[in-house]
């Protein structure tokens, strides 16, 4: 495959979809409830199971698309073998689909801001867990970012 450079243009592009998409997420799935319990008209399962699918159709589709000097043949052939590497990938993945799963459930107890807050309180833990087992030392900026971090949820709550 030829080296492709992406525009400044398109970098930016990308970038401002990325935290629109990001940001309007869970205020779309927060607007989807429905009555007392905030229940949702459809299975999140099934949402996010669409999704993935969306997700892998849009990717093959580009696979297929790019690098035009090797035959559609030999793009399906590569795509059907199953190497250790992809392997390494399913499980991440799977983590990923069920960590969106979760997230519906989330917006049932939470609203989006509050929501963001505790899921953003996981660099806490990382980094709590990072000093106890690994004995990495935190900085003071960080462990600064990280009361605010906490102080922020409480208050939150």
Do not use: H
């Not at 989006?112 to 004995?135: M, Q, S």
Request: proline share 3%; hydrophobic share 50%.
């Amino acid at each position: 495959m030829k080296n492709q450079e992406i525009s400044k243009k398109a970098k930016l592009f990308l970038f401002a979809l990325y935290i629109g998409i990001y940001v309007s997420v869970d205020m779309l799935i927060k607007a989807s409830q429905k009555g007392e319990n905030l229940e949702y008209d459809y299975d999140p399962v099934c949402a996010i199971l669409m999704t993935e699918v969306v997700k892998l159709v849009a990717s093959l589709l580009i696979y297929f698309r790019m690098d035009r000097e090797v035959g559609v043949k030999e793009k399906f052939n590569s795509l059907t073998k199953i190497t250790p590497t992809r392997l390494m990938y399913g499980l991440p993945a799977l983590i990923y689909a069920f960590y969106n799963i979760l997230a519906y459930y989330n917006l049932q107890n939470f609203d989006p801001p509050l929501k963001t807050l505790v899921l953003n309180l996981r660099l806490g833990f990382t980094a709590f867990l990072a000093w106890l087992i690994l004995k990495q030392k935190i900085s003071r900026m960080k462990f600064f970012s990280l009361v605010i971090l906490f102080v922020g949820i409480i208050m939150g709550q």
